[in-house]
């Protein structure tokens, strides 16, 4: 089902139009409420008369996450106090969170544009959605609740964390959808499995899995394990939290935008020029409707392309393609550029291994070392296990060999780039608790 049908289906034209006015609209009320806004406008010698159409938004300022930071907690309000109604932060996955406001307009966006995302992904009323997203300060908990609730799911509120208690939770209610970070749908996935449950067994059969960078091989392994189809749904707290896209469950191949509310653009990481469609670039987006604390072109950091093939599902919103990282995350190894999920596109196409891996750099003098730790899956380590008989260990030890080798060759071959390999064990590999996973270790920060 869709959610919102007249604005999910708009036809092309009005949908521009609709951006136009409420680019408008939201550049004249920034100018008045917000002095970071002003100045930026003054300086800039951006007239409001000169914003017109939704193409005009290149005229306007970038705002970034040090504006935020610079504006700590909440000097970038367009609102009044006694007007806003809630408060998030950002998991601060990168330093000293940004707080964010909402009226009780903007909570109630958050809840439809999560409804439409719930939709999206599959889910319909009377479905129930175990959320273990992380309530509290971070949007995705609280986003996806109360977008459940619009769509008119029952919500189990269960939050991230406690595996022991979620496994319960979802073998007792017998939810159909779940919702977590990908990296604790394996986490999930792989206690099932320790306990003997076959994906068939397990009651979900839908998810919407997002905050952190994923690859269609998590995707694979997700819908395998716990026998569900997983979409992805993106969002950061800066623009409102989750439920600003997500990809809907007929195709799976790139997630809508909500591009009434907020207006994407792909710009050039370095010149910060938009690139043509179907380029990769940095995702920046504008708040057309947000009140507390609208932003302008906002700098997520997050690289990945735009799409406006027509989609199977009806719908005409824009597609995104799966983030590759964060500028933050790209890793430089003696001068090649590397994201950590490029690494997981290569191990993910070996199939002696398990989703699971990290990534650990160093510096040896002047020279960067990246070594990827990664396991086999259980079936490999039964055979090259220590209790193989002699013969056999010898024979196990060329085998690892083998399989490190080409593990080195695929990454130089993909990526580039020169890496120690190792193999673990299963199980030895750190996993999600419950929120986003770290899989990066940059020891050349210590020095
Ligand atoms: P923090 O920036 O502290 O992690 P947020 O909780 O607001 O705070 O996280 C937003 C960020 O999480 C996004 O900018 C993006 O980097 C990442 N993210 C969110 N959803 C996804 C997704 N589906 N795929 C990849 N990355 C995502
Ligand atoms: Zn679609």
């Known amino acids: 089902m869709i ?24 550049s004249a009320s920034v100018y008045e409420r917000v002095d970071f806004y002003r100045s930026k406008f003054d300086e800039a010698g951006v007239k409001l008369a000169d914003i017109s159409t939704i193409d005009d938004i290149t005229k306007l300022p970038i705002t970034r996450k040090q504006d935020l930071r610079d504006n ?18 950002s998991s601060g996955t990168t330093g000293k969170p940004t707080v964010v406001g909402y ?27 175990h959320n273990a997203y992380g309530y509290g300060l971070f949007t995705g908990g609280l986003g996806l609740h109360y977008g459940a609730e619009r769509l008119g799911m029952t919500v189990v509120p269960v939050s991230g964390g406690m595996t022991e208690r979620q496994i319960m939770l979802i073998t007792d209610f017998q939810p159909d959808m779940i919702s977590c970070t990908p990296s604790y749908g394996l986490t999930l996935a792989q206690e099932f499995a320790e306990r003997g449950v076959s994906p ?3 009651s979900l059969s839908l998810g919407i899995l997002g905050a952190e960078p994923w690859t269609e091989m998590m995707r694979s392994e997700v819908d395998a394990g716990l026998g569900l189809k997983a979409s992805n749904i993106y969002g950061l707290s800066e623009i409102i939290g989750p439920g600003v896209s997500c990809e809907c469950v007929e195709e799976r191949s790139g997630s809508h935008i909500n591009e009434d509310h907020f207006f994407p653009e792909i710009l050039d990481p370095i010149t910060a020029e938009p690139v043509p469609e179907g380029q990769e670039g940095v995702l920046v987006l504008t708040t057309l409707t947000k009140q507390a604390q609208p932003l302008l072109r906002y700098w997520t950091g997050d690289i990945t392309s735009l799409s406006s093939e027509d989609c199977r599902c009806g719908r005409t919103l824009r597609r995104m393609a799966l983030i590759k990282g ?25 199939a002696e291994l398990s989703p699971h891996y990290r990534l650990v750099v160093s510096r040896e003098g002047t020279l960067d070392e990246l070594w990827v730790e990664t396991e086999v899956t259980d079936e490999v380590f039964k055979i090259v296990g220590g209790d193989a008989l002699d013969d056999e260990v010898i024979a196990a030890d060329e085998f690892l060999a083998g399989l490190r080798s080409r593990i080195k060759h695929g990454l130089k071959e993909s990526l580039g780039v020169t890496a120690g390999v190792a193999l673990k ?23």
Do not use: W
């Open 3 to 26: 959610f919102e049908a007249e604005f999910e289906s708009m036809r092309a034209a009005d949908l521009r139009n609709l951006q136009s006015k409420r680019l408008a609209a939201r």
């Open 326 to 350: 964060r500028t933050d995350d790209m890793l430089i190894i003696r001068g090649v550029n590397l994201y950590p999920t490029e690494v997981e596109l290569v191990l993910g196409n070996i």
């Open 72 to 89: 700590y907690p909440f000097g970038l309000f367009g609102q009044e106090r006694g007007r806003i109604s809630r408060i998030h932060a």
């Open 200 to 202: 068939l067994d397990i």
């Open 103 to 129: 009226t009780r307009d903007d909570v109630d966006l958050f809840a439809r544009v999560n409804a439409r995302c719930l939709a999206m992904a599959g889910a319909e009323p009377r479905m129930t959605l």
């Open 425 to 447: 064990a299963p199980g030895s590999v750190p996993r999600s608790e419950g929120g986003k996973l770290n899989r990066v270790e940059d020891r050349r920060k210590l020095t």
